[in-house]
């Protein structure tokens, strides 16, 4: 039925998953397939990197990096900017390619592509803003700078749910930095990475810049030689809290980088004031959008106790009318969980929270038709069960309520995640109040803005669980940069620091 499309993409039956600095290569064994999620029909097949490829393509990288380092940071923006043109040409096979390979509607996965482009054109800029700074040295004729070097080849994890956008948060500010980038994507997600390196590696190949991005598909053992290996001096890893956990241990053990961008257990607060319409249009697409697969997700809602029922009443009845169905399909807004273990997720994070109180108003089925399809849930909710606390990625969204600010505070940030967090309000002091070191401890806060759907603009990440990272825009770039203090003597004498003598003669 896709054929078409495959082909337009350099898409065949068996396709290689190793890209870049080696050309495009077969790789070996295994041979992975991802599943169409709506149908059940597998795609395309990806030879997956052997060890040896892995090792043979860092290798390069490595060596890419000091000659991409040297390359003067403008001109690496130029190719990014080529890199953006070929993307543009092909948004919309892109997109329905992220849409065949995790489910996502037509407009999110042409909206994960559009991402791409805006990291593109981001990064074009960037590379002409790396700034450093000049600060006041206390000896005479003295000058101090900082500047900012590349780091080194670099390795990128991502996980199914964003299968190219965040690569190239990533690896397109990365690459303006003047590093390398080995890409390992999710091993559910390998068609829409090959896709990308296959139309990547040809503006790299045209403007003689072969090495700079790299793929390598693969599981769990390439992602931990990855991680363990003292040639990626950054890893930037995205997915599950238990993930990032090792990620962190291994990486940490080398005494690496590791830039982490996990799980969320996001909450949007009702205030009384708020304005409903607005609140419930924004907490569907939070909750429901992707559905519910989303780091940014909204998991938990608190509500006034005043606007409680109303609330859930209303939900309720836009839950009823959600056109769940073929992801391709105009006017389907909720498309497949991305597996059976995904459903299974969820009918046992339903079943954990009704035997913990809590109350199911609204869906949880499995929906009668081949692919992985549920109807988005409404759980009647208190934020002392355990389930709660839980990422469970699916559209579940439990719903409590609150009398005292303060205390819908306390729940939203009565969690281990720390990703995104909303209020709906239009009470000035408790917008301010959310807003203020005791209010919301997450990474991203937003004011009548539901939790997803982030501009690349701004620095993306979370706190506590969530790991601390940050990619995409604002000064996120210092990740993937080393940082060099700089002292220049343009005097005849050796004065030191803090007044310290150290008085020497040569007779
Ligand atoms: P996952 O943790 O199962 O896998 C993510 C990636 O990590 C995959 O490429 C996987 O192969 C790799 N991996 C797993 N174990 C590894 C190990 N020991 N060493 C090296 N690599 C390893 O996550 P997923 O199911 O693909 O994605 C969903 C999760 O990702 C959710 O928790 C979601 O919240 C999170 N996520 C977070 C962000 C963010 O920016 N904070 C964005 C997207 C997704």
Not at 380 to 401: N, Q
Not at 427 to 454: H, K, P, Q, Y
Request: net charge negative; proline share 5%.
């Amino acid at each position: 039925m896709f054929e078409d499309l495959f082909r337009s993409l350099g898409l065949g039956e068996l396709n290689h998953g190793v890209a870049g600095a080696l050309g495009d290569q077969a790789g070996g064994e295994p041979v992975i397939r991802s599943i169409n999620p709506a149908t059940e029909e597998p795609l395309p097949a990806v030879r997956c990197a052997s060890l040896e490829d892995y090792d043979r393509v860092v290798e390069r990288a490595a060596a890419a990096f000091t000659r991409w380092r040297m390359t003067p940071a403008p001109r690496r923006g130029e190719v990014v900017r080529l890199i953006g043109e070929v993307l543009r040409a092909k948004k919309k096979e892109l997109g329905l390619l992220v849409t065949l390979e995790t489910g996502k509607i037509r407009s999110e996965g042409e909206g994960e592509v559009q991402e791409m482009i805006d990291m593109c054109d981001f990064a074009v800029g960037l590379s002409r803003q790396l700034h450093g700074l000049t600060i006041a040295s206390e000896r005479p004729l003295h000058r101090m700078i900082e500047q900012w070097q590349p780091l080194g080849p670099i390795g990128v994890i991502s996980a199914f749910n964003f299968p190219v956008a965040v690569w190239a948060w990533n690896a397109m500010i990365a690459a303006v930095c003047g590093d390398t980038i080995v890409w390992k994507p999710s091993p559910r997600t390998p068609l829409t990475a090959v896709a990308i390196a296959g139309i990547v590696q040809s503006v790299m190949r045209e403007n003689d810049c072969e090495g700079v991005f790299n793929l390598v598909v693969g599981g769990l053992d390439l992602g931990e030689r990855m991680i363990a290996d003292p040639r990626l001096p950054l890893i930037s890893a995205t997915g599950s809290c238990a993930m990032g956990r090792r990620v962190a241990e291994v990486v940490g053990r080398r005494l690496g980088r590791a830039l982490l961008e996990l799980g969320g257990n996001n909450a949007i607060i009702i205030a009384a004031s708020a304005s409903i319409e607005l609140a419930i249009r924004a907490t569907t697409f939070a909750a429901v959008g992707t559905a519910g697969q989303r780091c940014t997700t909204a998991r938990r809602l608190i509500v006034h106790e005043s606007l409680h029922d109303q609330v859930l009443d209303r939900l309720a009845a836009v839950y009823k009318r959600l056109p769940i169905g073929d992801p391709w399909d105009a006017g389907t807004l909720v498309g497949p969980l991305i597996g059976e273990q995904a459903v299974q997720a969820m009918q046992a994070a339903l079943a954990a929270a009704k035997s913990q109180g809590g109350e199911v108003v609204h869906g949880g089925e499995r929906l009668d038709r081949p692919g992985y399809f549920v109807t988005p849930a409404l759980v009647k909710a208190r934020p002392d069960m355990p389930i709660v606390g839980v990422e469970t990625f699916a559209p579940i969204l439990f719903v409590m309520t609150y009398s005292d600010f303060d205390h819908a505070i306390a729940i939203q940030n009565g969690v281990e995640q720390g990703l995104t967090s909303a209020i709906f309000t239009n009470d000035l002091r408790e917008a301010e109040r959310f807003l203020a070191a005791s209010g919301s401890d997450c990474g991203i806060a937003n004011v009548n803005i539901g939790t997803s759907g982030a501009e690349i603009g701004g620095a993306f990440g979370g706190e506590k669980s969530t790991g601390g990272g940050r990619e995409a825009g604002s000064d996120s770039w210092k990740a993937y940069m080393r940082r060099q203090t700089c002292t220049i003597n343009h005097g005849d004498q050796p004065p030191l620091a803090q007044g310290v003598r150290f008085d020497v003669s040569e007779t």
